[in-house]
């Protein structure tokens, strides 16, 4: 049972570049979230999603957009990477509320 | 709007016990406490739903006072283990009424455990 995987689990991009970080859960969970943590900080949440083929916004959702086509895969684009975006990116999951978060490993993103 | 947590580090000796206190302005359906290690995801501690309760996890403990939207986080006979990055996250009602499940977390104490 693995939980909840981020892939990839580190990456450095130049300005500009774009990319796509996958977040897959195994526990039919139906909501998705993602976060950015940046030193000092607690996690600010970017987007969520409330089951398959909804998505929403969260606190800092500029510059990133994201899809959950399928209930397990939550994936998160940055179209034109900016060094401000560099961060280590959470995601993480809940099968209804009241339950505690499982969170991945973490993508640790570096922007050039 | 990020819930605010006091104090910003601790520094203890095993043994010793320490209070975190989360405190935000906006009213609350329930305080999550999470605890991360550094280079680590953060680590489910314990949730407080409405109601006032307090909740026990081995010699850790936290308590909800919903009316003044505060928590506390209690670490008692602390271990080496204990030291960390704890984190409340808060979850309330959105404009529309909803949550969701989201967690608008705090800034984070530090908490270092000394020999």
């Known amino acids: 049972n693995a939980g909840v995987t981020q892939t990839p689990k580190f990456r450095v991009l130049k300005t500009g570049q774009s990319m796509t970080l996958l977040c897959a859960q195994d526990m039919n969970h139906e909501y998705m979230y993602w976060y950015r943590q940046d030193p000092g900080m607690g996690l600010r949440l970017i987007h969520y999603s409330v089951g398959e083929g909804t998505t929403a916004k969260g606190e800092v959702p500029d510059g990133y957009n994201v899809s959950r086509l399928k209930k397990q895969n939550f994936l998160l684009g940055l179209e034109s990477a900016a060094p401000s975006q560099t961060s280590v990116y959470f995601c993480a999951s809940i099968g209804s509320r009241n339950q505690p978060q499982h969170f991945g490993d973490g993508t640790r993103l570096s922007i050039l | 709007q990020q819930p605010v947590q006091s104090p910003q580090a601790v520094i203890l000796r095993e043994g010793e016990d320490a209070v975190i206190n989360c405190s935000s302005s906006?009213?609350?359906?329930?305080v999550h406490w999470y605890r991360q290690k550094h280079g680590e995801a953060p680590v489910f501690l314990m949730i407080?739903?409405?109601?006032?309760e307090q909740k026990g996890h081995e010699k850790i403990s936290a308590s909800f006072n919903e009316k003044k939207q505060q928590s506390s986080l209690y670490l008692t006979a602390s271990q080496l283990s204990y030291s960390g990055t704890y984190f409340c996250?808060?979850?309330?009602?959105?404009?529309?009424?909803?949550?969701?499940?989201?967690?608008?977390f705090g800034q984070g104490t530090i908490l270092t455990v000394h020999p």
């Open positions: 407080l739903l409405k109601g006032g």
């Open positions: 906006k009213a609350l359906y329930s």
């Open positions: 996250g808060t979850e309330g009602p959105d404009a529309g009424g909803t949550s969701y499940g989201k967690l608008t």
